[in-house]
Structures are given as C-alpha cells and as structure tokens.
C-alpha cells in the first residue's frame, strides 16, 4: 500500500521507497506505543481543559486513543513503514477511527516535543523496573550471605591469595554497588521525570497551552523552562545508559568471579544443571554460560553510551534527525541490563552452590595469615616493619621447607622471637584470622553480622 504521507502536499513527488525505509523508525519506536498514547491523551485533555478544543471532541479523541492501545494490545494495530514513526502511525489510524476530529489532536503540538515526552515515559518506567531488579538481586545476595557468614574464602589483591575473608563479606560487596546502582537510577530518575511536552517544535506554540496541566497528568516533577532545551535535550539518556553501564560493570566482575571459582583450579563453587550447559565434544563440560553471556553483554550497552555521548557532541539546536539514533542503543540498553539482571538473580538463587570443604581447605593452605603473624608481634610491642620483616624471613624458610605457618614449631616460633606464645596457632587459625578484623566494614564476624542487618534495612526502604 502506498499512503499519502502527511507532509504530502508539500511535496511534488513520492518518497523513495529504500529512502522511506531508510527514513522509517516504525520498526523499533514502537515500543513507545502506549506512552505516545499516554501522552496524546493528556495533550487532548489539555486541549479541551484550555478550551483550545471542545470537550465532546477530546471524548471522541481519547475513546479513539484507547480503541488503539485496545487494538494494538490484541495484535490488530500493525503499522507498517508506510507510517514512518509511530507518533504518524497513531494520528492515522486515529483519523480512520474517529474521522476528521481526529486531525484536531497535533494542534499546539509537534512530533519534537511528542517523541521527547515518550522517550521520558517509557524510561521512566523502566528505571523503576530496573530499580525493582536490583532489589531482587540485593535481596538473593544478602540470602547467601547470612547463610555464610562463617564461610571462610581466601580474599585476593592482584589475584594472590592475601587474606581470608568471610564468604558474607565478599558478596555483601556486591550488595553495596547494587546499593549506589539504585540510589544512582533514583537519581537520574529525576532528570527524566521532566515534561518536554508544549516546547512544540522549537520554540514553544501560539495557543494557549497549559503545560503544567500535561506535565501534572503525565505525573511529571517539572517542565522544561525552556523550549530549545526540551526539544533536544538527551541528557537524561546518557545518563541512563551511564547508570546502566556501571550495573554492567559490577554485573561483569561478579561474573567473572564466578567464572574463576567454577573452574576446577579454583573450585568454590559448582554449577547447577538449570544454570549451566554442556559441549557439543567434551562429554566432561560443564560451562558458565551464564556469567560469560553477562560479561559479554556488558560491553554492548557501554557501546550505546558512547553512541549517544557521539550523537550529541556535534548537533546545533534544536531537534535534528540524528536525534531518531537515540532509540535503538537506548532500548537495547534498557533490554541488555533487564535480562542480565534477571540472569544473574536467578544464577545465584538456584544455579550455584558453594563448595565449603573446598573453600575451607583453600583458606588452611595458604600464607595468607602471613599479616597475622606481623601483627601478633605488633601487638606484642615490636614495631610492625620490624615484624614484618620476621614474617617475611619466615615465610621465606617455610616455602622451601614446603610447611605452612601452622606447621612451625613453638621452639621455632621463639627462636624467631621470643614474644611468641602457644596462642600463636589460635591467632593464625584462618576463622580467628577472618574474626580479628573487627574495624569498621572489615571482614570480622561481628562486623558482618551487624553489616547483613544493616543491608536488610536497606533493602526494604
Ligand atoms: N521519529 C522521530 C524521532 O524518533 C520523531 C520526531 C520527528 N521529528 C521531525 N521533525 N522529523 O526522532
């Protein structure tokens, strides 16, 4: 079918149709359908609240803008490239629906203003949802942990064994850059919950709107003070897409942690059969498909934060086609991190179990209570370089006499020094190393403890 665009009279020819396709956003803007309906009617209540329309023609105008959310809800509103966007898909079938009042609804209004106030809706809600995924998460984080919290594993600095940490300690790290994801979703939160609408195409309309009128049906905080601004500004988008990007970031470590302790050098963790797959040769495979599928994703959506940041950078005011780009990496964006949210909530939930004999042999065999020792002496008067340099001596002999700390001999320990005691063992034991790091936000028990309490209560405000 080949329709009469709307600008048609303008115009002495038809479009191209590879240039029309070109041109097209119908294929992706549609997402957008129910908040250009949203927003459509709040213009037409404006429009008849002002007195810029009749009341009877806004009932006629808003029962045919939910004869189309209806229609497009049961699979019989498809528009095709023909529409061109969706903000012409919608005026159309509105006009074949309610007949020519329908041509009354873009007054005061330009598809610049509409799309900036769609865009803003449909973001709008996707933060909360995204906010509500990181509760979930939160929540599944902190289960494991208060299961934990005894459970020992060794803590790394450059990926060699340093500390033993509380299992509980490690994940509630998560926790808290799942914490600043959401409090930073709240915040940019604000920066979009801004109404464009009535910024027309640049420079605001001749009729007499009433912009806090659609700003406050919309449920929007404020309007933009000004109309270039509204009409071009994608501020809030980056900004998403930046808040999006640093999920991503913690998303991928914890991936990639994941990824470490499934493997049989590590061996913490194993994964569970409804998380995990096989290979097509290696009959032996089990792959964390999962995590890498996370990690792998996380760079898409901080690609799409350097799309729009390029976008932007050189376009003079106000509204400019290149602004139609902002949409696909955007969806994506809000796709890629929803489903590797979701992913990851699951994974933890039912798709990895901790290998506590495992996890305990690994912290026994190290040299990780090395600082311990140092401190011991510390304790004891000796100035801790000094200690320190003992312990490292210490260490040393031990490698090459293949012994761990624990296997040194009272006598031994004295000859070192002789501030050594039999309570050497018991302050070396990696559950009293782990427990003696009490300071604030450390790894020792009563901290933990104390930090799961503190976690929930956030959880639930
Ligand atoms: N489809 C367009 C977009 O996504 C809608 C706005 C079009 N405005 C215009 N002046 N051509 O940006």
New binding site residues.
């Given amino acids: 079918m080949t329709e009469k665009k709307t600008w048609s009279q303008r115009f002495e020819s038809a479009l191209n149709p590879a240039i029309a396709r070109f041109n097209a956003?119908i294929a992706f803007?549609i997402e957008l359908i129910d908040h250009d309906l949203t927003g459509s009617i709040a213009h037409a209540q404006m429009l008849g609240h002002t007195g810029i329309i009749p009341h009877t023609e806004v009932e006629q105008l808003v029962a045919g803008l939910e004869k189309i959310r209806q229609e497009y809800h049961q699979g019989e509103f498809n528009p095709g490239i023909e529409a061109?966007?969706?903000?012409f898909a919608v005026e159309h079938r509105l006009v074949e629906i309610v007949g020519d009042v329908g041509k009354k609804l873009h007054t005061a209004r330009?598809?610049?203003d509409?799309?900036g106030t769609d865009t803003r809706l449909y973001l709008r809600e996707q933060i909360q949802q995204i906010r509500q995924q990181l509760k979930d998460l939160q929540t599944v984080l902190l289960d494991i942990a208060e299961n934990n919290l005894e459970t020992l594993i060794p803590g790394y600095t450059h990926l060699q064994r340093a500390q033993p940490l509380s299992l509980a300690h490690h994940l509630l790290a998560y926790f808290h850059m799942s914490q600043r994801d959401w409090e930073r979703l709240g915040d940019v939160s604000r920066r979009v919950n801004i109404s464009p609408l009535g910024s027309g195409?640049l420079a605001g309309t001749t009729f007499p709107i009433d912009r806090h009128y659609t700003a406050k049906l919309l449920e929007f905080d404020d309007v933009y003070a000004n109309s270039l601004d509204g009409v071009s500004d994608r501020d809030f988008a980056i900004e998403f897409l930046c808040a999006a990007s640093l999920i991503m970031v913690h998303l991928s470590r914890l991936s990639e942690e994941i990824i470490l302790w499934a493997s049989e050098e590590f061996g913490f963790v194993t994964l569970k059969d409804s998380c995990a797959t096989g290979s097509s040769i290696m009959p032996q495979k089990k792959n964390p498909d999962v995590p890498e599928l996370v990690r792998g994703k996380t760079g898409r959506v901080f690609g799409h934060l350097q799309a729009m940041l390029v976008i932007m950078k050189g376009l003079p005011l106000a509204?400019n086609?290149d602004?139609?780009e902002?949409?696909e990496g955007l969806f994506d964006g809000v796709n890629t991190v929803k489903s590797c949210l979701q992913a990851m909530t699951i994974l933890l939930q039912e798709g990895l179990e901790f290998r506590p004999q495992r996890l305990a042999a690994a912290v026994a065999a190290d040299f990780s209570n090395a600082t311990d020792v140092a401190d011991y002496l510390a304790a004891r008067g000796v100035p801790f370089r000094e200690a320190y340099n003992l312990v490292g001596k210490v260490v040393k002999t031990s490698i090459a006499a293949g012994k761990l700390l624990k296997d040194l001999t009272l006598s031994e320990w004295q000859q070192l020094h002789p501030a050594f005691a039999e309570d050497i063992y018991e302050a070396i034991s990696p559950h009293q190393v782990v427990s003696a790091r009490n300071s604030y936000g450390g790894t020792g028990f009563t901290q933990v403890r104390q930090a799961i309490i503190d976690a929930r209560k956030q959880v639930s405000t």
């Fill in positions: 956003s803007d061109e966007d969706i903000h330009s598809r610049n509409q799309v195409a509204y086609k602004l139609q902002d949409k």
